[in-house]
Each structure stands twice: as C-alpha cells, then as structure tokens.
C-alpha cells in the first residue's frame, strides 16, 4: 500500500515555468489523507515558496525543499543539512567571476539576494513568489549555508557549465541542474534522494510504500530510492529508463492509480 506521494514541482507537477499547481490536486491530496497517503512537494523551491503554492492544503503536507537541505513534517521543521562556511564562502567568492550568474543563498525561512541585485530579487519575489531579503553582502547572511543556487538566463549555458561547477567544487558540494536555468549546490551528498530515505527510515516506510514523480537531475536520486518512480517523458532519457513508469501529466496518472478512492 502507498504511504507517500512525493512530486517534483517545476517541469513535473507544474509542466510550465510560472503555472500554479492544478486546483483538482488540492481536492485530492485531501482525499488521499482521508485515506493515510500523506503527499510530499520535492522540491529545490524554498519552503515559504512551496507553502504559497500549496495555500489551501499548505498544512496537510509535508515539504522535502531545496533539493533535500529541508524536510518539514506536520509543520514542523525535522531535518537540516548544514554547508562547511568555508567552503561556502569559496563558491560565493567565485560566482563574483561569472557575470552571467545572479545568486540566491537559501535560508529556512527566506531566500538572500545582493543589495546590488534588486532586479533579480525583484523576480524571486514577484514572480517565483519566493520570500526575499536583500542583504548588503555575502557576511551579512544571519544563518548557516546550505543551499546556494546560481541562476542564468541562458538556460543551455547554465547546464552545460554544471560540468564547470562540479569541476571546481564537486568534492566539497552536490551540484545539480534543477532546470529553469538554476544550477544548485548543497551539501556534499545531500540530494532529494537522501532526504527521502531519511524520511524513510525516520518514520517506518518502506521503498514500495513510495511513489515519485520527476523530471530532471536533481530528482534523479529520489526517483531511484523509491519503490514505484515516474519520470516525465520529457525527462532526459537515462532517467526515464530506470524509472518505474513514466508519464505526461501527474494528475492523471494519480487518478489512474488511485481511482478507487479518488
């Protein structure tokens, strides 16, 4: 029996850049918890984003954000990864080369942004509808590191440069393209995948109570660590093949399997 449905957001339960989570899955993630399936938004989204996207069920789910640094259960904050401040700091110094990249260091319960990039902070706010505060610079950041992204507009150039990135910093960092043009550093072996398994292991479910939808890098050890995955067909190929099944839209998919109670 499914226990937990956990769903990637954006190109996965979102299709589109900028959509809203469709109205029906709100009606049933209420069914499914009338049923003892408890659903998860997996996320690289901060938790206060997530919680505006999911506002009418926002405390009847649970929230694996930024790429697995977070997990929140029963609107309670229960796991945290933590980035070496040294380290940090080194990856930061080096986004100061690369023009092409706006910065977004995440905090539990705000995202900071440079003073000197109001336009992009602007975007995160008004547009990703990410809580945002701006900060004079990089040593003005009250709380510990543990997910630092860099946004380039260029999608195609943002990933071909995650092979750069993870050249630079792949010993000290988990480094991933989690699409939209984002590249995403976290704690070295933090991935969505191991906070699943944390979540797993911490309350008693196993890999085949687990279903997961995806579609891109970032998902991709989450898709592996569960007993029945979904890549989106648009996933890249080396991920829909390990997968599960694959499909074109969640919503359909869950009606599918779980049509007896929906």
Same mark, same amino acid.
């Given at each position: ?120 902070? %602007? ?6 509808? +990410?809580? @945002?505060? $701006? ?6 950041? &009250? !709380? ?71 579609? %891109? ?6 898709? +592996?660590? @569960?007993? $029945? ?6 996933? &890249? !190929? ?25």
């Amino acid at each position: 029996m499914i226990k937990v449905i956990a769903s990637d957001m954006d190109g996965t339960l979102i299709p589109h850049y900028g959509d809203g989570v469709p109205e029906e899955m709100f009606q049933m993630i209420r069914k499914f918890r009338e049923h003892g399936i408890q659903f998860m938004a997996a996320s690289g989204r901060q938790h206060a984003n997530l919680q505006y996207m999911f506002k009418p069920v926002r405390d009847e789910i649970d929230y694996l954000c930024e790429n697995g640094c977070l997990v929140f259960h029963d609107g309670k904050l229960v796991h945290q990864e933590i980035m070496p401040e040294d380290a940090a700091l080194d990856l930061l110094s080096a986004f100061d080369d690369k023009r092409e990249y706006e910065v977004l260091v995440s905090g539990v319960d705000t995202s900071y942004v440079y003073a000197t990039s109001e336009k992009f902070g %602007n975007f995160c706010r008004d547009v990703v509808h +990410n809580h @945002v505060t $701006f900060v004079p610079t990089i040593h003005d950041i &009250p !709380e510990p590191y543990f997910k630092i992204s860099g946004w380039c507009s260029d999608e195609k150039h943002a990933l071909q440069e995650v092979t750069y990135w993870d050249r630079l910093f792949g010993d000290l960092f988990t480094v991933v393209y989690s699409g939209n043009g984002w590249v995403d550093f976290s704690p070295k072996g933090v991935t969505k995948g191991s906070a699943i398994t944390w979540y797993m292991n911490e309350y008693g479910i196993g890999k085949d109570e687990v279903m997961a939808f995806g579609d %891109n890098y970032n998902d991709e050890d989450m898709l +592996n660590n @569960v007993g $029945f995955s979904y890549a989106m067909k648009s996933a &890249p !190929e080396e991920i829909r093949d390990f997968c599960y099944g694959t499909t074109d839209n969640v919503v359909a998919t869950l009606k599918d399997a779980f049509k007896d109670i929906l």
